[in-house]
């Protein structure tokens, strides 16, 4: 009688990620569908909303915005780098590459218009718009340039301090919501496209915006 046979176990290799290519294809297509213009509004929408319900009640009240991919679009800089990310170099727009650097510089950065309609809202019911960024110091003045080219007014721009580090947005975003609380003022809404620029507390209610490009800690 021929002995039987032990099974023999078979082993497979975890599924792998999306390679870059189609992680690329994805994102592309996701913009160009509108799906993610649309999902813009959605959300800034929902943010409009409450600013209309909770303003009536009154008090000194403040909104507080992020402003890379979500009151300014940064689109043709990241379109140009086939959706990676320069940090330095020159800027060659449309065919590319464009250091963020000086793109920033160019001020050209157009607003994400669900966003603009926000603010202008906020400032129509007499709310106080703060906008509060990771971007450092040293780049207040084309930040400031183009935010005002691209439509937008405030009672404030929050910019991290040159010399401060820090393992996480949150660090330096939610002390600085504390800042304007202790000011007196109460921040009905948070907006931002990372969970980083929302976390921490000192806000009513927070909205995250899409951002399928890059990841903030």
Do not use: H
């Amino acid at each position: 009688m021929a002995a039987a046979c032990a099974p023999v176990a078979s082993t497979s290799a975890p599924p792998a990620p999306p390679s870059l290519a189609d992680a690329k294809r994805q994102v592309r297509d996701y913009v160009e569908s509108g799906r993610y213009e649309a999902d813009l509004e959605s959300v800034a929408g929902q943010a409009r909303a409450y600013l209309r319900s909770r303003a009536g009640r009154g008090g000194k009240l403040a909104i507080v915005v992020d402003i890379d991919e979500t009151a300014l679009s940064n689109l043709p800089s990241m379109r140009a780098n086939d959706w990676g990310f320069i940090l330095a170099g020159p800027c060659d727009l449309p065919n590319g590459p464009c250091g963020f650097v000086s793109w920033v510089r160019t001020a050209k950065a157009e607003a994400i218009k669900p966003v603009l309609a926000l603010t202008r809202l906020a400032r129509d019911n007499g709310v106080a718009v703060f906008f509060l960024t990771g971007r450092p110091e040293r780049w207040r003045a084309a930040t400031e340039e183009n935010l005002r080219s691209a439509g937008y007014e405030w009672t404030g721009v929050l910019l991290k301090p040159d010399d401060l580090t820090t393992k996480s947005a949150v660090e330096f975003k939610a002390p600085a919501r504390k800042a304007l609380v202790d000011q007196g003022y109460t921040i009905i809404v948070n907006i931002g496209d990372q969970a980083s620029d929302l976390d921490g507390g000192f806000a009513e209610q927070t909205y995250k915006l899409p951002n399928p490009f890059y990841f903030v800690p």
